[in-house]
């Protein structure tokens, strides 16, 4: 027999908004005063890893003079000048999916974002008190893909990762659930680089599918 659903782990970007492309906007808008654009290895690689493993790529593939939190600094404004130009970019039911699960288990919010960041949108889709647990970008000591994020996420709700549910789209964010002991559904829609979801234990088109999925199992 499956195990019992006992919570409910989302990823950010990609998942919730659909800002993975933003994300690696925001990184070369942030560095334009320095005359640096990313290669499309680093653009790749922004899509679904933390800031701190985005910050090593950058520096280490072709310098950067910034310290993490002043390039963290620049990347929050720039973000922010992006927001006010396209908004949230809400994907398929992601505002009324996590209400209503959250109404249903436990939820926490598993994100490479800055908690700056993560806090611009939650705040624009009205979700921020859907989730118990938080954890962003500099509050676990290595981000995806390593199993850490999701574990310090399981524990912080005081149950087993195996009862878990984790909703991702990026290779990076599947593979971290999985090696933490999550049940991992992949969601196509946020997906807009093709990242390779097939390890995924489920994959669905849309956030609204994710839903319909939990609540015909009650168990993983």
Known sequence: MGE??????????GTLVDSEGEAA??????????????SATERDFVVGHGFGEIYACI???????WSSKE???AVFAARVTLFARNGASELPGAREVVRRLSSRWPCALVTGSTRSEANLMLQALSITDCFRVTLCAGEYPQGKPSPIPYQQAAQALGVEPRSCVAIEDSTAGIQSARSAGMHCIGVRVGNRYGQDQSHAHD????LLDVESLLLSRERI
């Open 25 to 38: 906007d925001a990184f070369e808008l942030a560095m334009e005063p320095l005359g640096r654009r990313l």
């Open 71 to 73: 390039l963290e600094e």
């Open 203 to 206: 994959i669905v088109d849309t």
């Open 59 to 65: 520096k280490s593939g072709g310098g950067l003079p």
């Open 4 to 13: 019992a659903i006992a919570a409910v782990c989302f990823d950010l970007d």
